[in-house]
């Protein structure tokens, strides 16, 4: 069964980058079909879907993050990590990685992902 960890800072401040790492068990990010995404979940609001990044290595961004959104992938160490730049109090949120047998770029149930990170806290302060 495969199992995602996030892993990063969970301070960053105002007009840093944000980078985030997923690192995968039990299973390959190379594998076909699936996509491996960065999700997040501002305080009293829905899931928000930001990127993803497919087992061909070809990537997917959100429309409103894509000017400060980077995803990237290290086969070898079997982990994809998420770059936020210019980050503001608004990006704080519960940052999680999930996996999915297609791409989705709208969210509308957890389950729509087989697999997730239990998630990390990213506040934004100086």
């Known amino acids: 069964q495969v199992q995602l960890q996030e892993s990063g800072p969970g301070l960053v401040k105002p007009s840093q980058t944000l980078s985030l790492t997923c690192t995968v068990s039990?299973?390959?990010?190379?594998?076909?079909?699936?996509?491996w995404s960065w999700i997040r979940q501002p305080p009293g609001k829905g899931l928000e879907w930001m990127g993803s990044i497919a087992y061909s290595g070809s990537t997917y961004y959100s429309p409103s993050l894509k000017s400060r959104t980077s995803i990237s992938r290290d086969t070898v160490k079997n982990h994809f990590t998420l770059q936020l730049g210019a980050v503001s109090p608004e990006d704080q949120a519960v940052y999680y990685c999930?996996?999915?047998?297609?791409?989705?770029?709208?969210?509308?149930?957890?389950?729509?992902?087989?697999?997730w990170g239990q998630g990390t806290q990213v506040t934004v302060s100086s």
């Open positions: 999930a996996r999915s047998g297609r791409l989705r770029t709208v969210i509308t149930a957890k389950s729509e992902y087989d697999s």
């Open positions: 039990g299973g390959s990010i190379t594998t076909y079909p699936y996509y």
